[in-house]
């Protein structure tokens, strides 16, 4: 899509090397809390919460605070800018927060999840980024509702 940045949703290993490597314009990552970080860097973003759907004992829920700061840390990128989004595996929380920044660039929500799917189509995207997304971006579950749509086999990770 013309006037978006390049994107690549990424795991833990891919990601150190593309950080490495200089290749993000600006980088999101999602680790788990207590996870060693990788890079301190200014155009490096570290959200810290574990892969889970709601607020638990001893866990880390993802929060509004969470997407917000993607959100604020992505906002202005467009062509020729290259977003990096990693998580651990690539699968639950990387793909979601990736699904929520395209459309908070204004990506429509089925374009965003497809563009996703085509990278990752092994992904589970955590429900409650996507909720918090939907949310702040006043879209009627319309994320939720686009994964779906995409591929219904595919579920919202539910941790």
């Not at 290749?23 to 999602?30: F, I, L």
Request: proline share 7%; hydrophobic share 45%; charged share 30%.
């Amino acid at each position: 899509m013309p006037g978006l940045p390049e994107i690549r949703v990424t795991d833990m290993s891919t990601a150190r090397e593309l950080l490495r490597d200089g290749w993000a314009t600006r980088a999101v990552g999602v680790t788990d809390p207590d996870f060693p970080a990788m890079l301190d860097a200014e155009h490096y973003l570290v959200l810290r919460f574990h892969d889970v759907n709601r607020v638990a004992r001893h866990l880390v829920a993802p929060c509004i605070d969470d997407i917000e700061r993607a959100f604020e840390h992505v906002k202005g990128m467009g062509e020729g800018d290259r977003l990096l989004v990693h998580c651990m595996t690539a699968t639950g929380r990387g793909p979601a927060m990736a699904i929520a920044l395209l459309a908070f660039l204004g990506v429509p929500p089925e374009d965003a999840v497809r563009r996703v799917g085509e990278l990752r189509p092994a992904m589970e995207p955590n429900g409650r980024v996507l909720r918090i997304a939907d949310r702040l971006l006043d879209n009627d579950h319309a994320l939720e509702e686009a994964l779906v749509a995409w591929e219904p086999s595919v579920r919202t990770s539910r941790r």
